[in-house]
């Protein structure tokens, strides 16, 4: 059995949280390879913070992002 990602079982979430970080002006991109396995992995450019990347979990909204410094 093959488990649907959260932003297949979550109608509508990932654009919310695509919308509030461009409402924000966050620069982001997606990792494409990992969002083709099932990840939302992004990689985001905080200007003085430097860049980060957050990735968000198989049982998203369920359980929190995480965020890594690069």
């Not at 093959?2 to 991109?29: D, F, H, M, Q, V």
């Not at 969002?35 to 929190?64: E, H, T, W």
């Given at each position: 059995?093959?488990?649907?990602?959260?932003?297949?079982?979550?109608?509508?979430?990932?654009?919310?949280?695509?919308?509030?970080?461009e409402?924000a002006?966050?620069?982001?991109?997606?990792d494409?390879?990992?969002?083709?396995?099932?990840?939302?992995?992004?990689?985001?450019?905080?200007?003085?913070v430097?860049?980060?990347?957050?990735?968000?979990p198989?049982?998203?909204?369920y359980?929190r992002?995480?965020?890594?410094?690069?």
């Amino acid at each position: 059995m093959t488990c649907k990602p959260w932003w297949e079982t979550c109608p509508g979430r990932l654009n919310y949280e695509l919308n509030a970080l461009e409402k924000a002006s966050i620069e982001y991109s997606k990792d494409d390879g990992s969002f083709a396995k099932g990840l939302l992995c992004l990689n985001i450019s905080m200007g003085d913070v430097g860049k980060l990347q957050v990735v968000f979990p198989d049982l998203y909204p369920y359980f929190r992002f995480e965020i890594y410094g690069h």
